[in-house]
């Protein structure tokens, strides 16, 4: 599974970006599909995970409410809805892909993409 991630931009804080995570390759709808973010001088870190039917979702408390991950299974594609931007989400964000099982942490992943960045200015 390849995955292309896009949306990454420069936005005011309050503003909101869409990313997706485009993957190919014929068994892509089995994986959960995760978006990471790296700001520099800090490790990666879990924002949002979608199990591979699309019904359960996970979030990292520091975006919880304002942004919404989503998949479109018929387009091999995992959206992440970002509102409310603030100057510290500010990192490059990364998809990732894991095999039928939950994406908990870097650990385990199986595929990651080119990250695309965000940038929020204050």
């Known amino acids: 599974v390849q995955l292309q991630a896009s949306g990454g931009g420069l936005v005011q804080a309050g503003g909101s970006l869409r990313l997706s995570c485009a993957a190919s390759?014929?068994?892509?709808?089995?994986?959960?599909v995760g978006w990471f973010r790296q700001a520099p001088g800090k490790e990666r870190e879990f924002v949002a995970s979608?199990?591979?039917?699309?019904?359960?979702?996970r979030y990292a408390d520091f975006v919880k409410g304002r942004f919404t991950i989503s998949r479109d299974n018929a387009k091999s594609t995992v959206y992440l809805q970002m509102n409310s931007l603030k100057p510290e989400d500010a990192a490059v964000y990364y998809c990732?892909?894991?095999?039928?099982?939950?994406?908990?942490?870097?650990?385990?992943?199986?595929?990651w993409g080119r990250g695309t960045q965000v940038t929020v200015s204050s």
């Open positions: 979608i199990t591979t039917s699309g019904n359960s979702t």
């Open positions: 990732a892909a894991r095999l039928l099982r939950a994406i908990v942490g870097v650990k385990g992943i199986d595929y």
């Open positions: 390759g014929p068994t892509a709808s089995r994986y959960v």
